[in-house]
């Protein structure tokens, strides 16, 4: 394994390294052999310098070794920070575990994101007194930071496999508030307990001393004792019965409350980390089943323990060496099943993960139903589905197999220990040791006893069950707090007069930068659009901002204070954030507008309502602002909504504020509304706009242009096109598009449809006409319009929107080719007769095009033309969109086999994520 994971052969030379290394075992007395020859392995075969072989040898010696016990940690973001310091103490000192643990976490991850020549190359680089930045930065590329980050990402953020008694040791500490309850079910059990152990004596003494020698007195003492105790036992059960349906659901939804207390304490980035159905299955479904288990199993199963410790006091009380008989064959008959139920606890957690990756999937194709059905992958879903059914069959079969045999095995060990037992008694009695009284109370008492571990053995599949539900639970109350935090309390003076970035670097998987080196600064009030390709950091500038993720490196900064020194309370009263998300709580209007700023007067609600320009339609509703938008704000149309979501970000009169595309999802006519409001709104603060349509672009102060994650551009309007770089490119693929004020009409000139290469040569009159024919269509997002493989279709011109082109590959998958936005265009080759669309495109975001079809195209060359003439026009169209065809075919090509490329080294899933990026 450690030869495998270094990139060796193992067989060379290994007969004089194990002796070497048993040589050092013996130097340094405790040192484990196998790290001994590992870092004979590093050292010798590897050329590694002495400090490679405290990280890099003990962390292969930790994945090679088969301790699992050993294993046993679960590693969390503080485990990935300070490499540095992890390398000296394991250079300097004999390793702790959980530095082990760390090592080891450490190498898997450089093995299996680098392979393992980066994995040699990074220990030979740890030369003495070389900085681990330095050896980062030389073997991946990469700061610390980013490799720490990438790091981070790969960790499980599962905690380690715990079994049922630690399970019922939470379950002692849920319920610990609770004492009356707990009392009153400890006593109720406690009497029960005590009855089921007194009886076999009160029989014994029955059957001794009263119906055998005849003695009245004593046969109606033990009968008034045994219907006494069964009245206080029936008692003591209702008591049992009472706590428990109480103990249960408070003691659970203490959990619920601490789990959502979570919840709003994780970062954006572990948020990340939860498929979909996760959060919401853990709140369905898990706490659900421990909730269950704690009203149904626990007291069961405590009270079925506290009776046979009582049956065992009363076995000793009968006769010793039975007693002692019993204790050891009872504690190998509980003991052999537990190995049985490591495997059923761990196969019930894996069930839990599936369900909740099921969930999650279900949630994600009912949300995109519309999507599914126009790219027409419904196959293809359900072979997903099919994927998902099969691996949950699999799980559930290995659940409720090892369930039921570990439930099995404990009546198979205990019914074996019980003959044993009776065997002994047998035995004793021929010899005359014990009388035939006692044997009998024995056989009662071991009845006893047999039935309370059939009663476990059978609550036992529940309780595990169970116990994989509290490691769900558990892995997500395990996370740290980590929404950032101020490491200060500082509070820039107001008015604010500078928002800057400065230097900064961000990566949201330490694989790539998505924001590379940015600085930027600017002086409040400042109207500053982002503008820069699709994917080119545009949001993520916008993210820092609000500290929805801290910069890797440099800082972001208000007047001079580092964003991440304000506590967060005052840095949201800064701040407000609009983006294309207008989802509204369920609620009334003015709890939606209100919760921007709690405590709000209805005075201020309104006045905010207003400068969003929507308290005019607000009052014309019968219930005015008590109206309940319904589920996520489904009544009212999404303008309405985006004015809600700005009237409340208005409502605490923020210095800042950050608009992320606040009007892409909206309808043409509601945008064109919605940006005068946000043109007259900012007037008078600080406004970053992150914007695909460069018209706003002219009235703004500042312009910052990015591209791959570096602002390539920053500068006015008029600056920015006398550099004539990408914003000058950008602004000339969108000029001469214009959107009316009505955000119906679209009008595009001559130069600009002369710019298309189709129309290139196509003469003046007849691009006239062509003009005219252009259809305006207002789409809205995820509709399908020109689809792979098929020649209908119309050719479009993007005034608005984005548009995402894409190809089926041969799973079924969808492989992006290429985002389009405004001034580009697509569905060309539906121009020309019989030529198949090379790809499939989809609206992303409300769209408003321009569009052609054949049949007006080929009108346009019938006019006033010969017959010579016409084909003239024709061919010179057909000759370019020939040459375009070819040149996308061969990219269709080179992209879909360096997908196959991709997919045969990648896991399946992986093309699915592709898919929906
Ligand atoms: N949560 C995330 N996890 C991982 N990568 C992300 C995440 N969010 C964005 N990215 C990646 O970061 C890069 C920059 O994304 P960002 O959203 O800032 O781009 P953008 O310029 O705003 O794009 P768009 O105009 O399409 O919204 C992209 O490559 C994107 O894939």
Redesign the pocket.
Known sequence: MASELLGIEAAAGSPSLAKAALADVRAHPGKAAGLALVERLLSERLDCPQPALGLIGVGVFYLASDDPDAKNFSLGMDDVNDLSGLAQRLAANAPQPRDAARAGAFVRFLHDAYGAAVLQEFARAMQPGVSMSEVCGKVTGKSLAMVELQWSETLSHEPPMRGVLPFMRWTAGLLKPYRFFCGMLVVGILIQTLYAAFMPLWLHQLFDEGITPHNAGVIWRTLALLIGGFLVTASAGLAIDFSVSTLGPRALNDVRRRVFDKLLLLS?RTL?RFKGGDIVSIFSTDIFIVENAVVRSVAGIVGKVFLMIGSLVTAVDLDWRMALATVLLLAIAFWAPRQVARYAVKAAYERKVEDGKLAGFIKETAQLLPVIRTLDIGEHRRGMFNEYADTIYKSSYRQYLMGELTSRATVFCISAAQLGIIGLGAGLSLTGTVSGGVVVAYIGLLLAIGGAAGGIASLLPAAIQAVGSWQRIESLLARPADVPDAQQNAVPSLPLSRVALQDVTFS??GERL?LDNVTLQTPVPRRVALV??????????I?LLSRSYDALSGQVLLNDIDIRKIDNQTLRSFIAVVNQDTTLFEGSIRYNIGIGHMGATDEQIEQAARDAEIHDFITTLPNGYDTNVGEGGKLLSGGQRQRIVIARALLHDPQILLL??ATSALDAEAEAAINETLAKISAKRMMFS?T?RLNSCPDMDMICV?RD?KLVEQGTHDELLALRGVYAGMWEKQADISIGSSGQDVEISIERLRKIPLFASVPQDDLESIRHMLRVEEVPADTVLTLEGTTTGRFYIIARG?VESSVLLGDGSALIME?LEVGDFFGEFALLEGIPNPTTCRTRLPCLLLSLSRQDLRHVADLHRTADEQSELEKEIVATLDRRLDAKLEELIGRRMASRQRGSAARPAASSAESS?
């Open positions: 954006s990340n949201y998987t998505n820069g390709p699709s994917g080119s950091g545009k949001s993520t500038v993210n992320d595309e992150v695909h990015f994650g984005m985002i990026a």
